[in-house]
């Protein structure tokens, strides 16, 4: 066998080994989009999340930066020292959580804390769970002091 007749064999094995090479990268590539496309697919959609904006900072004129409700701008307020039940509720409602959400934003140092027999959540600002008060007119803040509850003012979590 003479070295001409070697290097076309030569050349036919190279060019059928890289071949093969090629089309091993483009299905492993096509695998990694096709995985990428159905993970992105089994994510859940943005109107599934756990979360919920459930108070907003706002200026108060005489009481500074406070938490206020999304909707209405109305102030929020907590009671340093016992609880809210009974006919107290009439006049300070909770700040509850959304259905089926769990995890409140709006603010740092929110949580949550669970009421009743059904087990719905109650929105808590440094701890301490927060209320409206049904005397407020828009962005009025007149609950503060009232049966010991003050305005949620806006400050640095601990």
Known sequence: MTTDSVRPAV???AAGWLSRVIVAIMLAGATAVATVGVAAAQTAPAHATKTARVVLQRHRVH?????????????LYYKPHG????????IWP????????TIPTGARCLGTKHFGTHHRLQVTYHGRRLYTFVSDMGHSV????????????VRACM
């Open 94 to 101: 909770r700040l509850v959580m959304p259905k089926g959400k």
């Open 83 to 90: 609880g809210c039940t009974g006919s107290c509720l009439g």
């Open 142 to 153: 007149t609950g503060n002091g009232v049966e010991g509850f003050k305005v949620a003012k």
């Open 11 to 13: 050349g036919r094995f």
């Open 63 to 75: 009481f500074g930066k406070i938490l206020v409700t999304p909707r209405a701008g109305m102030a």
